[in-house]
């Protein structure tokens, strides 16, 4: 018989925890940022300072074996409580928080009033432009938060991500400051007929976008614009736009850009299902933090109370609905 260690590295469960949240050693090591050898090495070291079996590995699949099920809360507790006591000596890792792009307010807001309540805590702002792109980067372990519409994603994505509501955020459309309809200080929908409006088409980072743009169009006359070249950054976003002149769809807290207005859209008032997004099984002292500023936010400002002529997919109500009971 195996005589059980006095003390376990850390190091050994962290390796533990990211594969038996992954069930996967290639996703598991990618999130840790080790060669996928140096992980099976770890958990082969652990296995045999506890005796046990944590793993059943076959050619198709990892699943936890008896012990390793046993272990798994285990594991977590003393991974919260070690990194409560770094957090304490200001020596914690920072909470990685994704606000999509630069300008935008929703996560903004909620990212200012955590730092309120966690001052101890060092969260940082992240942009990966869309929730698609930020979701594989949450399950990989190189994120810990993001903002977007979670009814977007694919299931496979979703199936290792939770979420909270917070915002049923009112869409507007930018359009350059000559178009006919930037004398409006509000834009019906009717009016876009006949309009090819941006919706990020072809941008593999913001698909969830684009198909909310398209459930909103359809049967309206309204086109959604082909692919245009990637823009990266406010500068050659504003460029390439300004070469198409097609009006962009966005929403009422969209930065102002030069040559640029934007103008909320209305009758119906359509929204964008906002949701805070993180990696199930997620350690981190701040995470409970950011949930809470999301809820204080949300409710201060009313941002989950739907408009009597708001439009919404009943797909993204339903997720909504489910992830308000949840929170």
Known sequence: ?????????????????????????????????????????????LERELGAELFVRTTRQVTLAPDGERLLPYARRVLDAQDELLAAFG???????????????????????????????????????????AAGELLAGRLDASFGRFAGLA??????????????????????????LASLAAIPLAALTG??????????????????????????????????????????????????????????????LPGMVVRPLVDPVPLSPVSLVWRKGLTHPAIEALRRAAAEVASANGWLRRPERGWIPASDADVMAAGTRTS
């Open 155 to 180: 299931p496979a994505l979703r199936a290792g991500l939770d979420h909270q509501p917070v915002r049923y955020e009112p869409m507007a459309v930018v359009l350059p400051e000559g178009h006919g």
């Open 91 to 133: 020596q914690g890792r920072p909470l990685l928080v994704d606000l999509n792009s630069p300008g935008l307010a929703t996560g903004r807001r909620v990212l200012l009033r955590a730092r309120e309540l966690a001052p101890e805590q060092e969260l940082m702002a992240r942009y990966e432009s869309g929730l698609t792109g």
């Open 195 to 256: 309009e090819t409006v941006y919706a990020g088409a072809g941008n593999p980072r913001t698909p969830e976008w684009t198909d909310l743009a398209r459930r909103l169009f359809e049967g309206r006359g309204i086109q959604v614009a082909p692919p245009a070249p990637l823009a990266v950054g406010e500068e050659e976003f504003q460029r390439i736009m300004a070469r198409t002149r097609n009006p962009i769809l966005a929403v009422v807290d969209f930065p102002a």
């Open 1 to 45: 018989m195996s005589t059980q260690p006095r003390t376990v590295d850390p190091r050994l469960l962290r390796a533990f925890l990211a594969v038996a949240e992954e069930l996967h050693f290639t996703r598991a090591a990618a999130r840790l940022y080790v060669a996928q050898q140096a992980l099976s090495r770890d958990i082969r070291r």
